[in-house]
């Protein structure tokens, strides 16, 4: 059982009231789409994709078709609800399917893009990071891009990171890596932050080539928010990770 099945309510509950505010919205996902570009008309994979969050994003903003992969099986429960609720022929551009990106064998048609908020830090083993990558590259068409946010590899966990995390509504204890505790609200749940020569040893093995770490920054449309955010910026406690599928796989 995902760990996400057991207190669902609590963390979307409090994602929700985040969203509305807007701010962590923002800072999740401004240079994820700076990097992925404009998703209209693209085939879409959305990697640990909860109830939909970044999913309905990309069907707003017109991508041809997304798929959303997800290990828990509540989250995906209150996807379909949604989903359900969505005129017959939008219903048919999106759907969720559970898997547990680690060691699924799943292969889904060829993506444009592979996409997710949070991603790599739920993989507990290097084999995990190494699933993660298998199930990125099977599933990428050869011309298409993974953009996705986890956990920077080059925080520093020493750092003083208490009121970034305030601000930004997500607690994560760094004291005994590489495994973590995450705190949403009411939330908790393990997660993992590797260092940056084991993730690209791992994907680089899981057929992924052409890897970069972006930190995440804010719109220059929203100075207030650079303020408020000056600590995490200088330390980002999450990146935009890129990559393309290698030719040989």
């Given amino acids: 059982m995902a760990d996400y099945d057991l207190n669902t309510d609590a963390y979307l509950n409090t994602i929700c009231r985040t969203d509305e505010q807007d701010d962590l919205d923002i800072f999740a996902t401004h240079t994820l789409f700076e990097t992925i570009g404009d998703p209209a008309g693209k085939t879409v994979i959305d990697l640990c994709c909860g109830d939909g969050r970044l999913s309905w994003k990309l069907l707003e903003m017109g991508a041809k078709s997304v798929i959303g992969v997800d290990i828990s099986g509540e989250m995906l429960k209150r996807a379909e609800e949604k989903r359900q609720l969505l005129p017959a022929d939008e219903q048919e551009k999106i759907q969720f399917i559970q898997a547990d990106l680690r060691t699924a064998g799943l292969t889904l048609p060829p993506a444009d893009i592979v996409t997710g908020l949070y991603v790599f830090l739920y993989a507990d083993t290097p084999e995990g ?72 040893r791992e994907l680089g093995m899981a057929g992924l080539r052409d890897l970069t770490w972006i930190g995440t920054d804010l719109p220059d449309s929203r100075p207030d928010l650079q303020a408020r955010y000056a600590e995490w910026r200088k330390n980002p406690q999450c990146v935009v990770f890129s990559a393309r599928r290698a030719r040989l796989i």
């Fill in 129 to 200: 990071i190494w699933g993660m990558g298998r199930f990125i590259s099977r599933n990428l068409k050869p011309d298409g891009r993974c953009a996705l946010v986890t956990l920077s590899p080059d925080l520093d966990p020493d750092g003083d990171h208490a009121l970034a995390q305030a601000e930004e509504g997500v607690f994560i204890d760094y004291n005994h890596e590489p495994e973590c505790i995450m705190r949403i609200g009411d939330f908790t749940c393990p997660v993992w932050r590797w260092d940056r020569d084991v993730l690209e």
